[in-house]
């Protein structure tokens, strides 16, 4: 059973902490306050209602009559206050009420075994001054809750901006742009974990760009010095008699030398070294005419003519790979559509697997099992790769997305190339690319 995940942002939690830790603070120093003042407004009270006691005795015993409220033998005297007179002493004592005011009492014992007794209610300008103590308590606590969650907002609004400057600059660094650094995206002057952890992504990203170098540079050596060998084979294999077996010889020996040299392909493109030569082409009739050459079989439909500056020798190459791969892992017929700057490339089989779909092409990954998985996997990274050297972008979509349904003949993959409005510079360089979401046909 999943258990109940509530997702709310740093700064909202840094906020209720200390709008709760606030509140706790507030609350027990106006409880401290409130206590204190009162205690030390009834001290006060018992004090002038023992003086004016002492005076009204002196009244008493001079007059032998009470004066001033003072009552003898008052049947109503509190039994604490009582305690205190039966052992001889004179006290005063506070009565709590159920209005909240109480009444503050005094009594002195005499000498012929009464009791001298005064009371009234605690002093009215006190208790105006204790509601206003309250007022300005609760107003004061309320202040510094709103005040501690504002500042709460502040403190874990810049630290949440931090960590979605991180979390997006990793994001980026996921989708393979290992130039990106976290570090230089989480910027700011104050320095705390979110720093650390961009070190840590930061040198993980450089750890893994190594790697990745290395294996390149493996794997562009080996096959480097594969070529010279394999070339000998394939001028070996010429010299063999004819037959059956020399035609086995030579078919392995040319699959050996094209895996060869598209290696050495991926290579180059990873260093990221190659450069396109643009020229201006018509993009519709180019297309028409190469392909009609590479295939007669294949519909070519121009939907709308555009010129585009590209390099012909990089486009040809990367509409070779997805036609090799249509007719290799899909069905027939291979539609071909160009409108504009766009060109889509359509079979009929049984669609890319989910795989490429998630995760784009792989190096010697032939697909799933609903595939025929004959080659190396090495065509469409290669399309992928002229694709980025173009400034173009490449991408994978079934006809029928997974799970539903369809009519016989409606399904099959659609492999879709978007030129650039801007050509790569001479240098290399790119422009900001923008691509607009156009309904694919």
């Given at each position: 059973m999943k258990r109940l995940a509530l997702r709310t942002g740093v700064r909202?939690?840094?906020?209720?902490?200390?709008?709760?830790?606030?509140?706790?603070?507030?609350?027990?120093?106006?409880?401290?306050?409130?206590?204190?003042?009162?205690?030390?407004?009834?001290?006060?009270?018992?004090?002038?209602?023992l003086e004016r006691l002492l005076f009204a005795q002196r009244m008493y015993e001079s007059t032998n009559e009470p004066k001033f409220g003072m009552k003898v033998d008052d049947p109503t005297l509190p039994h604490e206050l009582r305690s205190k007179t039966n052992q001889g002493r004179r006290a005063t004592y506070v009565q709590e009420n159920v209005s909240g005011v109480?009444?503050?009492?005094?009594?002195?014992?005499?000498?012929?075994?009464?009791?001298?007794?005064?009371?009234?209610?605690f002093a009215d300008r006190s208790t105006t001054i204790m509601k206003y103590l309250d007022r300005s308590l609760i107003i004061g606590s309320v202040s510094v809750v709103f005040g501690g969650c504002a500042?709460?907002?502040?403190?874990?609004?810049q630290l949440s901006r931090r960590l979605r400057r991180a979390a997006?600059?990793?994001?980026?660094?996921?989708?393979?742009?290992t130039e990106v650094r976290v570090g230089e995206a989480v910027g700011g002057i104050v320095r705390d974990e979110t720093d650390d952890l961009a070190r840590a992504v930061d040198?993980?990203?450089?750890?893994?760009?190594?790697?990745?170098?290395?294996?390149?540079?493996?794997?562009?050596d080996i096959a480097h010095e594969l070529r010279t060998p394999v070339t000998g084979l394939l001028t070996a294999a010429e010299l063999l008699p004819p037959g059956r077996p020399t035609e086995l010889v030579?078919?392995?020996?040319?699959?050996?030398?094209?895996?060869?040299?598209?290696?050495?392909?991926?290579a180059r493109l990873d260093s990221a070294s190659e450069r396109a030569e643009l020229q201006e082409i018509a993009l519709g009739e180019f297309v028409e005419r190469r392909l009609t050459l590479l295939n007669p079989e294949i519909k070519v439909q121009v939907v709308h003519e555009s010129w585009v500056s590209t390099d012909p020798r990089r486009l040809e190459r990367i509409l070779g790979n997805l036609l090799a791969n249509a007719a290799r892992h899909g069905g027939t017929p291979?539609?071909?559509?160009?409108?504009?700057?766009?060109?889509?490339?359509?079979?009929?089989?049984p669609g890319f697997p989910e795989a490429l779909l998630r995760e784009g092409p792989s190096r010697f990954r032939t697909g799933a099992s609903d595939r025929a998985g004959h080659g190396h996997g090495l065509g469409l990274t290669i399309a992928a790769g002229q694709a980025r050297v173009l400034g173009a972008r490449l991408t994978f979509r079934n006809v029928i997305p997974a799970g539903a349904k369809g009519r016989a003949g409606e399904g099959g993959a659609i492999a879709v190339l978007w030129l650039p409005e801007?050509?790569?510079?001479?240098?290399?360089?790119?422009?900001?690319?923008?691509?607009?979401?156009?309904?694919?046909?």
């Open positions: 909202w939690k840094i906020s209720i902490a200390i709008a709760g830790v606030s509140a706790l603070v507030a609350v027990a120093l106006s409880l401290v306050v409130h206590n204190s003042a009162r205690v030390s407004m009834l001290d006060n009270a018992r004090e002038v209602q109480p009444d503050v009492w005094a009594a002195v014992p005499l000498g012929n075994g009464t009791v001298l007794s005064l009371h009234s209610k500042l709460g907002v502040l403190i874990g609004g997006a600059a990793a994001s980026r660094v996921a989708q393979g742009n040198a993980l990203t450089d750890a893994l760009n190594e790697r990745i170098e290395a294996e390149r540079r493996v794997t562009a030579r078919d392995r020996a040319q699959a050996m030398r094209t895996l060869v040299e598209d290696v050495l392909e991926v291979v539609e071909v559509t160009v409108e504009g700057r766009v060109v889509r490339v359509r079979d009929h089989g801007h050509a790569p510079t001479a240098t290399g360089s790119f422009p900001m690319l923008s691509f607009p979401d156009l309904p694919d046909h």
